[in-house]
């Protein structure tokens, strides 16, 4: 685990104003709870959408670098009952500050939508003729579409109804699965509307029509009703099923929904001699959903099959080629690095390359699990290498930097909510992850890590995910070399670059790590700094301060632990002074650095950087004999390079 570098800095009056606000939210909905709902007026609503969404829509970029606040710590969890066996509710019988367990609410959307940045919201009607404001919160896309936009009938389970952090009622969807877009509505383009005059055939044309415009959603519903005819009218339309499994695993590619595309591809195989060539790009797709989800042996026997069926195919051979390089990487650990940070330089942040695991193993540790050596290390050597199972640049849409109030602690914190969003996504696309991510470590354990797959799609609780990101990603630093703008407050960017290593998250702190981590694109590689024996716990710098009080607080607020290692007992035992003119000897060594290029360095610098470290030496006793004196690092790095040359 490892800290994401805040980019947003607050004065302690916005800070007291962010958190008075949700304070004051969350006693009036405590004072409220169980109160019948009140039946407001349905064109006073109707109006005020309308002026809020012509409002939002000509402050877009205002928002866009708006500080996006919310409140968390009150979860609560997702429905896990199938919609049939849910009991319908209306408008009239909500309650406020109150989830409808086992109940569902059907609706549909009579006004605009106001998209915002961390959630949106409309006006809908029941079929009795009442209305409510509708939002949902931060989780509110799909495919690219916002939910609420592109449909207009929905099925919302077990309802919540409560205030808005504007104080209006409404209800409110955090968890993508306890809302679910109608069949009925023909304009939802994730759905489309079954007709008794379409055949087969018309619906292949429409999907292929709309993936030539890249709507995919609308493609793969278009494939999806074409199969679902084709399943009620048996056997004689066999090679329309073929096709359209075919066509639904390219767009299911598209839409990185890798668990289908890959079931849709076998699926399409017919194997038939004179079908050999639809059977070569049935393979084709199999092979790249199991590269896109690591699984690089299966890969490489579904394109060795591809080649097999087009001998003569050079990207067949290709394919082959490069999941050859993949599974050599897995299994040895040895990286072209030098090819990898030649597409960095290109802009290529998302490194094609496998993980090597084999040298680690998940034990027990200390109060939790953590990573541990299977065999002996030396200093310098690669402990392991691993994909971001999800990552985020500051400088991409999907970015998305918030602060948080945590009424659990009264703490407010920087949030990488993009990061949430995007592996809530994920998940959502691809079931079979759901497990690797649930069983990372979280405050909440929401329900735990079992998949539930309920209405054809999975359950994923995002608070639960909100803390699993908290307390287990990583800051990734610019997307490439040259590029200054992931996390970078002087390039005027409020978001931060963030990922989610799932190996690298069981690693646990301490002040005196032996590993140190190094990130290249999304590609961690972890390093020994010292011996590891064999069975010996890998540890690193959760904060790499080299004062204890900045260290101490950080390791508190954001993770919860006072550390009290042997570092941290010698550095408290100093006197406040002492750590003060340590400071600022480390503050004058880093300008040092930064003014002066280490290649051609005059002998006069190699002499005033000497005197620095000698200075910054002298503040640490005879206590840190054994001890990392971390404040002399950056001018000691910069001699040895100096003096190398």
């Not at 709309?210 to 493609?219: H, I, S």
């Not at 204890?548 to 390791?555: M, V």
């Given at each position: 685990m490892s800290p994401t570098q805040s980019t947003i800095f607050l004065t302690a009056e916005e800070t007291e104003r962010i958190r008075n606000t949700f304070r004051?939210?969350?006693?009036?909905?405590?004072?409220?709870?169980?109160?019948?709902?009140?039946?407001?007026?349905?064109?006073?609503?109707?109006?005020?959408?309308?002026?809020?969404?012509?409002?939002?829509?000509?402050?877009?970029?205002?928002?866009?670098?708006?500080?996006?606040?919310?409140?968390?710590?009150?979860?609560?969890?997702?429905?896990?009952?199938?919609?049939?066996?849910?009991?319908?509710?209306?408008?009239?019988?909500?309650?406020?500050?109150?989830?409808?367990?086992?109940?569902?609410?059907?609706?549909?959307?009579?006004?605009?939508?106001?998209?915002?940045?961390?959630?949106?919201?409309?006006?809908?009607?029941?079929?009795?003729?009442?209305?409510?404001r509708f939002e949902i919160s931060l989780h509110k896309l799909r495919y690219g579409y916002d939910i609420l936009e592109s449909g207009s009938v929905f099925e919302i389970k077990e309802p919540y109804f409560t205030l808005s952090d504007e104080g209006h009622s409404t209800l409110r969807v955090d968890h993508p699965s306890d809302i679910i877009q109608s069949s009925s509505a023909s304009e939802i383009p994730q759905e489309i509307e079954a007709s008794s005059t379409k055949t087969t055939q018309m619906y292949k044309d429409e999907g292929n029509a709309?993936?030539?415009?890249?709507?995919?959603?609308?493609?793969h519903a278009n494939y999806t009703q074409g199969l679902h005819l084709v399943t009620t009218n048996g056997s004689a339309q066999e090679d329309f099923a073929y096709d359209l499994f075919r066509?639904?695993?390219?767009?299911?590619?598209?839409?990185?929904?890798?668990?289908?595309?890959?079931?849709?591809?076998?699926?399409?195989?017919?194997g038939r001699e004179d079908k050999k060539a639809l059977d070569s790009k049935a393979y084709f797709r199999a092979g790249c959903a199991a590269h896109g989800m690591g699984e690089f042996h299966e890969a490489r026997r579904y394109l060795q099959e591809q080649q097999r069926l087009a001998p003569y195919d050079k990207l067949a051979a290709a394919s082959v080629k490069e999941m050859e390089s993949r599974l050599r990487e897995q299994a040895t650990g040895a990286y072209n690095f030098k090819k990898i940070k030649a597409g960095l330089l290109n802009g290529r942040p998302r490194v094609d390359a496998a993980k090597f695991t084999s040298n680690v193993a998940i034990g027990e540790s200390c109060g939790g699990r953590g990573l541990f050596a299977k065999r002996r290390m030396d200093p310098g050597e690669i402990i392991m290498v691993e994909k971001a199972f999800c990552a985020v640049w500051g400088n991409e849409a999907e970015a998305l930097t918030a602060m948080t109030y945590d009424v659990r602690d009264d703490r407010i914190r920087v949030s990488p909510a993009g990061l949430c969003r995007a592996i809530v996504e994920k998940l959502q696309n691809n079931p079979s992850l759901v497990e690797k991510v649930m069983d990372l470590y979280s405050d909440y354990p929401g329900l735990g890590k079992q998949l539930i797959i309920r209405d054809a799609g999975p359950v994923i609780d995002t608070f639960q995910i909100h803390d699993i990101v908290a307390r287990n990603a990583f800051a990734t630093g610019p997307a490439y070399s040259g590029d200054h703008r992931g996390g970078d407050a002087e390039n005027n960017n409020m978001h931060e670059s963030t990922g989610l290593w799932i190996t690298a998250s069981y690693l646990n702190h301490s002040c005196v790590p032996n590993a140190k981590r190094e990130i290249l694109g999304d590609l961690m590689v972890l390093r020994a700094t010292q011996p590891v024996n064999a069975s010996e716990e890998i540890t690193h710098s959760y904060d790499g301060s080299s004062d204890?009080?900045?260290?101490?607080?950080?390791?508190l607020k954001t993770w919860g632990f006072a550390c009290s290692c042997a570092l941290c007992i010698v550095e408290k035992a100093e006197t406040p002074a002492l750590r003060k003119k340590r400071q600022q000897l480390e503050n004058e060594a880093s300008a040092f650095v930064e003014r002066n290029d280490v290649i051609g360095a005059k002998r006069v610098s190699i002499v005033k950087a000497r005197r620095l470290a000698r200075a910054i030496d002298d503040t640490y006793n005879e206590g840190y004999k054994d001890l990392p004196r971390s404040a002399r690092q950056g001018i000691q790095d910069w001699l040895a390079e100096a003096t190398s040359r």
């Open positions: 004051s939210r969350l006693q009036r909905c405590k004072d409220l709870a169980g109160q019948s709902r009140f039946s407001g007026d349905s064109k006073a609503s109707m109006r005020q959408v309308a002026a809020v969404s012509f409002i939002a829509d000509i402050t877009t970029a205002q928002r866009q670098d708006s500080i996006v606040a919310f409140a968390v710590g009150c979860p609560y969890p997702p429905c896990t009952l199938l919609l049939c066996d849910l009991q319908p509710i209306q408008l009239c019988d909500l309650r406020m500050d109150t989830h409808h367990r086992s109940r569902v609410l059907s609706v549909r959307r009579v006004a605009p939508v106001v998209k915002l940045v961390a959630f949106s919201w409309t006006v809908v009607q029941d079929s009795s003729g009442e209305t409510e709309a993936l030539k415009n890249r709507d995919l959603p609308r493609a066509n639904r695993a390219h767009v299911n590619l598209a839409l990185h929904r890798f668990d289908e595309a890959k079931t849709d591809a076998l699926a399409s195989l017919t204890i009080e900045e260290r101490s607080a950080a390791l």
